[in-house]
């Protein structure tokens, strides 16, 4: 997409025409007091760490206050946002390099309350959640500590005005994910885990900085409202490189918010504890990256600063979509299937940032926080009542789980997008935005965003259907003894049931437009469509695409499909005894060519271990190390070995020189005392003669003298 | 002054018929080879010190050497003479040998030599004179008791500590079954 | 009388008593050369105080003194000959020699 002078003063114009659309409150002493909303959490991590212990619920307590408060000002800056709207900023300087000021400060516009307001109320849910969750676990207190450190980091990074905040929040995020992911470490296999997630965010987030870098070079401040405005103000060099700080940008992204191929990492982050999974890797940290597209939005929507980066963008959200979704059909790991579908989802929110829609990318983002947060704490609640992760160790927990049962199939219904609940409404908004993008104005990867998107509804009824199949209905396969879990699980499920069914009726589109108020109240102009009513085409199209794949799944997955092998047990074949099932065989359906890629994830992961990882652990390792210790040494190492001869001849001089002259005077003093001693040979008169003689001498010198 | 004129006062006739015998005395305690005469001999030399005392009109300290000296110490000099078990006899144990009483001898000469040389060209021929009043103890009396009396009560602790000093020193060592305890 | 001459008998006789210190072995002999040096030191303290006419008899005093002090010396000195003589069964100065180096 090359642009024209012409349509550059085109988006000037349309700009400045719509100027009055960010007319908006400055939020009043709620904003000004925002600052508080990272800072709290910040505080009571580091409270937790040192007194949790002796605190009443081992600071499981104080991490809820600190959700809690977090969720309650969030909802109420929601609520004033939406009828006043808030766009306010504010910064405190702390240090300057060069003309670059660093600032450390807050933004309150429709975006970061957003975000605030789903850590707050999500979080506020894991959390209660993970009360019961955690129960006895050995690191309690230094988990919740982990935890509210984590949502301190992310609501500093929601926050942020400008680039190096931001940072500090990404880094935060990434070192809590790495320590709660890694937290039960006595198993290798989970610092491995934990080790993968911060090494692949690490290889982004490079790329973040270097991007962060030249645009803000290019623009001459770290603000991100100073960029824009200098942006469209002519005043910066971002036409030239904006492609590229996009581009670093965007992978930045691409890592925290694991898509093709830097998507590795979530996959293997489900081996921390399930609450961490739903909040981090589901809800809130991986949605970093779409964030932070977005509120980059300003540069990305107009091509004359990021030129064709949104091809790339929707190309990489479609791919992730679909080929992330045929990796979820495989997996045996509740828990690796919903993360599959996480990254999938991710997608797509990515590409619906690509094509432009930025209403729709955002309205996913809230309502699958929902409802996936939803589906882990469920996976949760089984895993916990079934003592296993995998499928192959559950079967007909409807029974004993009813509960969870019910909360997990809205959730389900949420994600595949079933009507009223809120999958429908947001996964439709994005592929309308992307159908209309296709249609008016014609282009490769809008349309091959649309056909992946409705592939990629298909896929997701697929494996959904496969997922409560396995685990709700059928025979029970495992050893242990499931039950219900306790209330303070369970509420949490209610409670985001709710929101998963409710929440998408906040846009409908042509109804109801409160979540468009909400985000669309920002410093700068979004150029968007907003659809007055849904597109009957789409609607015609996909829903039967979903239940088509819901029903495939049903058949191929569910109680019908069970074979039970008959047969008695045991060596002996006793002809009285009944005939009983003794092996059940299910999940049986394969697609020869295509599963045995998608068991090994494409190859992927070898890819990365045999090219990038172990080349690097091996080889580069040591040839590094000789670098370091010969040629970077060597200075040290010669300054060393000229210290030690200058010491060595020190010490010589010392031990000679030095040395000597007190050994002199000793052997001196030594050698006149035996001398002397002659003349003392204890005999009083001799003493009394040279006294004497002493006197006499003097005495002559005194009368002569 | 000479000689001559010096030795045509009567005065120092008697002088030397004093101080001769002290003189000689004297020389005879310290060479006498008779342990016994050699005490005897310093008794002559003390009597003979305390007549020249009363020459000079001193003679409260006059009759105090005769007193304390030849009454006293030498008594002490006795019986120490005899509690170590001297010979009474004659010996030639009494002095070193001669390779030590040369240089000592050379010493004394030295020395005598020295202080004589030194007088004889301070004070050349200044005459002493002599008292009028025929004894002054009493004056001597009142000066010890204002002028001297703080060190004349200090002198008397001296000889309270001498005397226990001496007792103490001299005890017989203890039973030797209270020395086993 | 010229002081001169009191003055040399008691140099003399001070010169006598220190080759008498010198030179004996028998420790009484040695006590005995001392009182005799202190006798020349009291002709030369009188001679001198009668030679000034001190009107405070400052010399005679200190002659008293210093027989006063001489005979205490005396007393402790044959005491403590007397336990040597107990211990080492000699008074001979000559075997005195336990302070040697």
């Given at each position: 997409m090359s642009i024209s002078l012409a349509e550059l003063s085109r988006v000037a114009v349309f700009l400045q025409e719509h100027a009055e659309e960010v007319q908006a409150g400055d939020g009043g002493g709620l904003a000004a007091y925002a600052w508080l909303i990272p800072v709290v959490p910040m505080v009571v991590a580091f409270l937790i760490l040192f007194f949790g212990k002796y605190s009443p619920w081992k600071g499981w307590g104080m991490a809820t206050a600190?959700?809690?408060?977090?969720?309650?000002?969030?909802?109420?800056?929601?609520?004033?946002?939406?009828?006043?709207?808030?766009?306010?900023?504010?910064?405190?300087?702390?240090?300057?390099?060069?003309?670059?000021?660093?600032?450390?400060?807050?933004?309150?516009?429709?975006?970061?309350?957003?975000?605030?307001?789903?850590?707050?109320?999500?979080?506020?849910?894991?959390?209660?959640?993970?009360?019961g969750y955690m129960r006895g676990d050995a690191r309690y207190t230094w988990f919740f500590a982990a935890f509210t450190l984590f949502a301190g980091g992310m609501l500093v990074l929601v926050s942020a005005p400008n680039f190096i905040q931001l940072i500090v929040g990404w880094e935060l995020v990434g070192v809590s994910?790495?320590?709660?992911?890694?937290?039960?470490?006595?198993?290798?296999?989970?610092?491995?885990?934990?080790?993968?997630?911060?090494?692949?965010?690490?290889?982004?987030?490079?790329?973040?900085?270097?991007?962060?870098?030249?645009?803000?070079?290019?623009?001459?401040s770290f603000q991100f409202s100073e960029i824009f405005a200098r942006m469209i103000g002519g005043e910066t060099t971002l036409a030239q490189f904006g492609f590229w700080a996009g581009l670093a940008i965007f992978i930045g992204a691409m890592g925290k918010s694991a898509q093709f191929p830097l998507h590795v990492w979530l996959p293997d982050a489900m081996a921390g504890p399930t609450p961490v999974s739903a909040l981090m890797h589901a809800a809130t940290m991986v949605t970093a990256g779409v964030y932070l597209i977005a509120r980059l939005f300003?540069?990305?929507?107009?091509?004359?600063?990021?030129?064709?980066?949104?091809?790339?963008?929707?190309?990489?959200?479609?791919?992730?979509?679909?080929?992330?979704?045929?990796?979820?059909?495989?997996?045996?790991?509740?828990?690796?299937v919903l993360a599959y579908s996480t990254?999938?989802?991710?997608?797509?929110?990515?590409?619906?940032?690509?094509?432009?829609?930025y209403t729709a990318g955002l309205f996913h983002l809230f309502t699958h926080a929902f409802f996936k947060s939803l589906l882990f704490?469920?996976?949760?609640?089984?895993?916990?009542?079934?003592h296993s992760n995998n499928m192959s160790d559950m079967g007909g927990l409807r029974k004993y789980m009813p509960v969870t049962f019910w909360t997990f199939l809205i959730g389900t219904a949420a994600l595949v997008g079933i009507f009223p609940f809120a999958g429908f409404w947001s996964k439709d908004e994005i592929i309308s935005s992307a159908y209309f993008n296709a249609t008016n104005d014609p282009e490769f990867a809008a349309w091959f965003m649309v056909v992946l998107s409705i592939l990629?509804?298909?896929?997701?009824?697929?494996?959904?259907?496969?997922?409560?199949?396995?685990?709700?209905?059928?025979?029970?396969?495992?050893?242990?003894?499931?039950?219900?879990?306790?209330?303070?699980?369970?509420?949490?499920?209610?409670?985001?049931a709710v929101g998963a069914a409710t929440t998408g009726l906040l846009n409908i589109p042509g109804l109801t437009a409160v979540f468009t108020d909400w985000v669309t109240t920002r410093a700068f102009p979004i150029v968007e469509h907003h659809f007055a009513q849904p597109e009957y085409i789409l609607i015609a199209i996909i829903t039967p695409v979903v239940l088509l794949g819901l029903f495939i799944g049903w058949r191929l997955f569910g109680p019908s499909a069970e074979l039970h092998h008959t047969g008695t047990s045991g060596e002996a074949a006793d002809v009285s005894a009944p005939e009983r099932t003794v092996a059940v065989e299910r999940d049986t359906f394969r697609i020869p060519a295509l599963y045995p890629v998608l068991e090994n994830k494409y190859y992927i992961d070898d890819l990365y271990m045999n090219g990038i990882v172990r080349p690097t652990m091996g080889p580069i390792a040591a040839a590094t190390l000789w670098v370091d210790m010969n040629v970077v040494d060597a200075v040290p190492n010669l300054a060393a070995g000229v210290a030690k001869q200058a010491a060595a001849s020190v010490a010589v001089i010392d031990d000679n020189a030095v040395d000597g002259v007190y050994n002199l005077a000793g052997a001196s003093t030594g050698a006149t005392g035996s001398f002397l001693r002659q003349f003392f040979p204890g005999r009083v008169q001799q003493y009394v003669a040279l006294s004497f003689a002493g006197v006499v001498i003097f005495a002559a010198l005194f009368v002569i003298f | 002054m000479t000689i001559g004129d010096w030795l045509s006062e009567a005065a120092n006739w008697l002088f030397l018929f004093l101080a001769v015998p002290t003189l000689v005395a004297s020389v005879m305690v310290v060479s006498s080879r008779n342990v016994v005469r050699a005490v005897l001999y310093l008794v002559i030399a003390l009597a003979g010190s305390a007549a020249l005392f009363l020459m000079l009109g001193a003679e409260f300290v006059g009759w105090t050497i005769v007193l304390v000296y030849i009454g006293a110490v030498i008594i002490l000099f006795l019986i120490g003479i005899m509690i170590t078990r001297a010979p009474l006899t004659k010996s030639v144990d009494l002095s070193h040998p001669i390779s030590a009483r040369a240089p000592a001898a050379l010493l004394s000469v030295l020395l005598f030599g020295l202080v004589g040389w030194a007088v004889v060209v301070s004070f050349g021929s200044e005459t002493i004179p002599l008292p009028d009043e025929a004894t002054r103890t009493g004056e001597i009396g009142v000066s010890i008791f204002t002028t001297w009396v703080i060190p004349f009560e200090v002198v008397s602790f001296v000889l309270l500590a001498a005397l226990i000093g001496g007792i103490v020193l001299a005890r017989r060592d203890e039973a030797p079954a209270e020395q086993q305890r | 009388m010229t002081i001169v001459q009191w003055i040399l008998l008691g140099a003399a006789m001070f010169s006598v008593g220190l080759y008498g210190v010198l030179t004996r072995r028998n420790a009484v002999l040695v006590l005995a050369s001392v009182e005799i040096m202190l006798a020349a030191v009291n002709i030369n303290l009188v001679a001198f105080d009668t030679y000034l006419a001190d009107p405070e008899f400052t010399g005679q005093i200190l002659a008293l003194f210093v027989i006063a002090l001489a005979a205490a010396e005396v007393g402790i000195g044959i005491a403590i000959i007397l336990m040597i003589f107990r211990n080492r069964h000699s008074a001979d100065v000559d075997e005195l020699n336990l302070m040697k180096y």
């Amino acid at each position: 997409m090359s642009i024209s002078l012409a349509e550059l003063s085109r988006v000037a114009v349309f700009l400045q025409e719509h100027a009055e659309e960010v007319q908006a409150g400055d939020g009043g002493g709620l904003a000004a007091y925002a600052w508080l909303i990272p800072v709290v959490p910040m505080v009571v991590a580091f409270l937790i760490l040192f007194f949790g212990k002796y605190s009443p619920w081992k600071g499981w307590g104080m991490a809820t206050a600190a959700l809690g408060f977090v969720a309650v000002y969030g909802a109420v800056l929601a609520v004033a946002n939406l009828r006043d709207g808030i766009v306010a900023e504010f910064s405190v300087n702390v240090g300057d390099i060069g003309t670059f000021a660093i600032e450390w400060g807050w933004v309150v516009d429709g975006l970061s309350i957003l975000m605030f307001f789903l850590v707050g109320v999500v979080g506020f849910l894991v959390f209660v959640y993970a009360k019961g969750y955690m129960r006895g676990d050995a690191r309690y207190t230094w988990f919740f500590a982990a935890f509210t450190l984590f949502a301190g980091g992310m609501l500093v990074l929601v926050s942020a005005p400008n680039f190096i905040q931001l940072i500090v929040g990404w880094e935060l995020v990434g070192v809590s994910s790495y320590l709660l992911i890694g937290h039960y470490w006595e198993d290798m296999d989970n610092i491995d885990a934990a080790n993968k997630a911060f090494m692949t965010n690490k290889v982004a987030d490079a790329a973040l900085f270097i991007g962060a870098i030249i645009m803000s070079l290019s623009a001459g401040s770290f603000q991100f409202s100073e960029i824009f405005a200098r942006m469209i103000g002519g005043e910066t060099t971002l036409a030239q490189f904006g492609f590229w700080a996009g581009l670093a940008i965007f992978i930045g992204a691409m890592g925290k918010s694991a898509q093709f191929p830097l998507h590795v990492w979530l996959p293997d982050a489900m081996a921390g504890p399930t609450p961490v999974s739903a909040l981090m890797h589901a809800a809130t940290m991986v949605t970093a990256g779409v964030y932070l597209i977005a509120r980059l939005f300003p540069f990305y929507q107009l091509p004359d600063f990021s030129g064709s980066l949104n091809t790339i963008i929707v190309i990489i959200g479609a791919i992730t979509l679909l080929f992330m979704g045929l990796l979820a059909i495989v997996q045996d790991d509740i828990k690796r299937v919903l993360a599959y579908s996480t990254v999938s989802q991710l997608g797509y929110m990515v590409a619906a940032l690509g094509v432009g829609a930025y209403t729709a990318g955002l309205f996913h983002l809230f309502t699958h926080a929902f409802f996936k947060s939803l589906l882990f704490l469920g996976a949760g609640s089984i895993i916990h009542a079934v003592h296993s992760n995998n499928m192959s160790d559950m079967g007909g927990l409807r029974k004993y789980m009813p509960v969870t049962f019910w909360t997990f199939l809205i959730g389900t219904a949420a994600l595949v997008g079933i009507f009223p609940f809120a999958g429908f409404w947001s996964k439709d908004e994005i592929i309308s935005s992307a159908y209309f993008n296709a249609t008016n104005d014609p282009e490769f990867a809008a349309w091959f965003m649309v056909v992946l998107s409705i592939l990629g509804a298909f896929i997701t009824a697929f494996y959904m259907a496969r997922v409560v199949s396995l685990t709700f209905f059928g025979t029970y396969l495992g050893d242990a003894k499931p039950h219900e879990s306790p209330a303070i699980m369970t509420v949490p499920l209610v409670a985001l049931a709710v929101g998963a069914a409710t929440t998408g009726l906040l846009n409908i589109p042509g109804l109801t437009a409160v979540f468009t108020d909400w985000v669309t109240t920002r410093a700068f102009p979004i150029v968007e469509h907003h659809f007055a009513q849904p597109e009957y085409i789409l609607i015609a199209i996909i829903t039967p695409v979903v239940l088509l794949g819901l029903f495939i799944g049903w058949r191929l997955f569910g109680p019908s499909a069970e074979l039970h092998h008959t047969g008695t047990s045991g060596e002996a074949a006793d002809v009285s005894a009944p005939e009983r099932t003794v092996a059940v065989e299910r999940d049986t359906f394969r697609i020869p060519a295509l599963y045995p890629v998608l068991e090994n994830k494409y190859y992927i992961d070898d890819l990365y271990m045999n090219g990038i990882v172990r080349p690097t652990m091996g080889p580069i390792a040591a040839a590094t190390l000789w670098v370091d210790m010969n040629v970077v040494d060597a200075v040290p190492n010669l300054a060393a070995g000229v210290a030690k001869q200058a010491a060595a001849s020190v010490a010589v001089i010392d031990d000679n020189a030095v040395d000597g002259v007190y050994n002199l005077a000793g052997a001196s003093t030594g050698a006149t005392g035996s001398f002397l001693r002659q003349f003392f040979p204890g005999r009083v008169q001799q003493y009394v003669a040279l006294s004497f003689a002493g006197v006499v001498i003097f005495a002559a010198l005194f009368v002569i003298f | 002054m000479t000689i001559g004129d010096w030795l045509s006062e009567a005065a120092n006739w008697l002088f030397l018929f004093l101080a001769v015998p002290t003189l000689v005395a004297s020389v005879m305690v310290v060479s006498s080879r008779n342990v016994v005469r050699a005490v005897l001999y310093l008794v002559i030399a003390l009597a003979g010190s305390a007549a020249l005392f009363l020459m000079l009109g001193a003679e409260f300290v006059g009759w105090t050497i005769v007193l304390v000296y030849i009454g006293a110490v030498i008594i002490l000099f006795l019986i120490g003479i005899m509690i170590t078990r001297a010979p009474l006899t004659k010996s030639v144990d009494l002095s070193h040998p001669i390779s030590a009483r040369a240089p000592a001898a050379l010493l004394s000469v030295l020395l005598f030599g020295l202080v004589g040389w030194a007088v004889v060209v301070s004070f050349g021929s200044e005459t002493i004179p002599l008292p009028d009043e025929a004894t002054r103890t009493g004056e001597i009396g009142v000066s010890i008791f204002t002028t001297w009396v703080i060190p004349f009560e200090v002198v008397s602790f001296v000889l309270l500590a001498a005397l226990i000093g001496g007792i103490v020193l001299a005890r017989r060592d203890e039973a030797p079954a209270e020395q086993q305890r | 009388m010229t002081i001169v001459q009191w003055i040399l008998l008691g140099a003399a006789m001070f010169s006598v008593g220190l080759y008498g210190v010198l030179t004996r072995r028998n420790a009484v002999l040695v006590l005995a050369s001392v009182e005799i040096m202190l006798a020349a030191v009291n002709i030369n303290l009188v001679a001198f105080d009668t030679y000034l006419a001190d009107p405070e008899f400052t010399g005679q005093i200190l002659a008293l003194f210093v027989i006063a002090l001489a005979a205490a010396e005396v007393g402790i000195g044959i005491a403590i000959i007397l336990m040597i003589f107990r211990n080492r069964h000699s008074a001979d100065v000559d075997e005195l020699n336990l302070m040697k180096y």
